[in-house]
């Protein structure tokens, strides 16, 4: 986005938050020009000095540096966690059953590119398949909670990689006897 679409949307924001403001809430905000200057002063009038909060805090603005070593960055995530625990703030919110699979590389399929590019899609009793026109592009079953692929990860590759007929007048079309 532009500065200037920034602009025209943050002030869209703020006026929607000042109309959500009651009038005398409203008067602490008036010389604000920036959704950013309003929600400080919200936050500087509602928000109660705590331990929990200035770690909750920290916690949101955790950001990992390049020069930053992973495991440093871990440190600090694990700090902070285990200090919210000690002053008893729940994390009741978090993914469970997120699966991590190391040897799943290019196999992973972008519903949302598919679509993009044409191709209609269908998840149901247990199966799943891709469809562009009259061909079946990919089709698969679906294993506990993944969806898994029927056809060999080449089939799939190909078909989205080289759409024309040329490799069909190329190849298979014109095949003699011999091969």
Known sequence: MTDAEWN???????SVIRLSLSQNVTFHTAKEKTTKGILQVLADMYEKPSAANNLMRRLFNLKMSESTVVAEHLNEFNL?????????????????????IPGLKRNLISVGQ?????????????????????MVVARGKKEDTLYMTVNSYDSIALASANNDANLWHCGLGHMSEKG
């Open 80 to 100: 902070i966690t285990a200090q919210l625990t000690s002053v008893d703030i729940d994390f009741d919110d978090e993914l469970r059953g997120v699966r991590h």
């Open 114 to 134: 598919l679509d993009d590019e044409g191709y209609d899609l269908s998840f149901g009793s247990s199966s799943w398949k891709i469809i562009k026109g009259a």
């Open 8 to 14: 025209v949307l943050d002030r869209k924001v703020m």
